[in-house]
């Protein structure tokens, strides 16, 4: 007997037929299937919300990678003058963030992967801007997290969180999918709107390529998790604003799936196209790799 796959849409039904919160539904799941108590389950967000805060300080401290070709981005990004920055101070905020994480994993920093290490800045940029721009609470980032990590359980299920498998649509446009249904959740939304949100970042994301310079996650991974965190603040306040996805969203992770299934191994993780194989990328592996010899 063929075994049911994890549907978001299905968790989205059972929340609005109880009339609950997406989180509330999300966290009273995850209890019955991690047979543990709330107050079990929030502690363990709250260890890794640490983990992400501390991520986002050494990486704004401007370290570089052992390679030398990362590092200082996020801290000259985070220091620019705002009243000359575009995006406004929670995009700013959320995009320097994300990168600084970026840069600390590149360092070989600790960090949660959320999913993966290569996109490990998305979550925690969104996070932690809305916290700062938004006053959220850690209560409301542990509920968060929460949301985020079942959002990431569905997709792993039905399609793939891996670059190597799906692209990096499968890796930070996961990621952003995560964090624009957290967004949604933490912000007041209701289920059906977190749905939208996800459902959003893959059509925006859809077909992201996964091509890192001389096989590192640095370029251009890092600053995709700065894009991919703006691409979650977008599809969350979309969604908030009763702007809908007529795609639903476990159809729109399916799609990511086939889309990922159908690209070349190229341009899942290989370095074998993309902006890997551009000629400054291709010059500057090939003196890299005769420098470690």
Known sequence: MKKERLSLQEMIDAATGLQISMDEYLIDWNMRKLYCSQEEMLARMQTMLEVMEKSIERGLQGGRSHSGLTGGAAKKYYEAQHDSCILGELGHTAVAYAMAVGECNAA????????????????????????????????????????????????????????????????????????AGAAVSMLGGSPKQVGDAVAIVFKNVLGLVCDPVAGLVEVPCIKRNGSCALQALLAAELALSGVGSFIPPDEAIDAMKSVGDCLPCGLKETAGGGMATVPTALAWAKEYFAQEK
């Open 108 to 179: 070989m920093g600790r960090i949660v992967a959320a999913p993966t290490a290569g996109a490990s800045g998305v979550l925690p940029g969104v996070f932690f801007a809305l916290k700062k721009h938004k006053g959220l609470s850690e209560v409301q980032l542990q509920r968060g997290l929460v949301v985020a990590g079942t959002i990431g359980l569905v997709i792993a299920e039905r399609a793939s969180l891996a670059g190597a498998t799906g692209g990096c649509q499968a890796e930070c446009g996961s990621a952003a999918a995560m964090a």
